[in-house]
């Protein structure tokens, strides 16, 4: 049963090295997700289940030691997942997650099981809620942790240039993630989550799947679009 959720943006611009001197501007954001985990650990799970953007369409299962690493952005950090070293030949995490296994490390979870999980924005709606439900069917406590960003179109200077439809999206995705709405994050057009660079969209449609009427209540810790991006932080409990 799903006991928790935290939802959290994954830009590797949340690691201070690799955003360097514009650490600071995403230090409410870190702080949020870190208030987020600290969540999820007072559920008291007997396991957590990380779901993230994935390069292909996925579903996409990551063993625990998967190697993440930022090299690709200018810095030597390198992260795993639920371990010190990695003890998995072969997995590589994609960015997104590793920004997961990142944060993980950083808010000291060792001692609970971790299993990753990666969708693509090639996954449907259906097949999202499919495998949230999947998550939540195992035996035991479950608690979630969500990874992806909102839209990418918030300003002339965002990755994804200005467009008009940005704005209404994320604030439709803060407020199901607020009120805990599994039926609105379910509603989420992929295709316009696509256009609009959002790759939190089939993560948070796992989420939908896996809550069902669960009851679970939801909090907005963060809400902003620095860089043109919206990042969002949010818990369900």
């Known amino acids: 049963m799903l006991v928790a959720a935290a939802v959290c943006p994954c830009p590797p611009l949340l690691v201070p090295e690799v955003a360097a001197g514009a650490a600071p501007e995403l230090d409410a954001a870190r702080a949020a997700c870190t208030d987020a985990l600290g969540v999820l650990a007072a559920s008291r799970p007997d396991r957590l289940v990380v779901v993230g953007p994935a390069d292909s369409a996925g579903p996409e299962v990551y063993p625990r030691g998967a190697r993440g690493s930022f090299r690709g952005f200018g810095v030597d950090v390198e992260v795993y997942l639920g371990a010190d070293s990695g003890g998995a030949d072969g997995a590589?995490?994609?960015?997104?997650?590793?920004?997961g296994a990142w944060l993980l490390a950083r808010t000291g979870w060792t001692d609970v099981p971790v299993d990753v999980i990666g969708v693509g924005e090639e996954l449907s709606a259906e097949r999202c809620a499919a495998v949230g439900r999947d998550v939540a069917a195992r035996a035991g406590r479950t608690a979630l942790l969500v990874l992806g960003d909102a839209s990418a179109c918030r300003t002339l200077k965002a990755p994804?240039?200005?467009?008009?439809?940005a704005a209404p999206f994320d604030a439709e995705v803060g407020r199901a993630l607020e009120t805990a709405d599994p039926a609105a994050l379910?509603?989420?057009?992929?295709?316009?989550?696509?256009?609009?660079?959002?790759?939190?969209?089939?993560p948070w449609q796992v989420l939908a799947g896996a809550a069902g009427d669960s009851g679970l209540g939801g909090a907005l810790l963060y809400e902003d679009a620095p860089y043109g991006v919206g990042y969002i932080v949010a818990t369900w409990s």
């Open 92 to 99: 590589e995490l994609p960015h997104g997650l590793a920004v």
């Open 160 to 165: 994804g240039y200005l467009d008009e439809r």
């Open 186 to 202: 379910a509603a989420l057009d992929p295709g316009l989550a696509r256009e609009l660079k959002a790759s939190g969209r089939a």
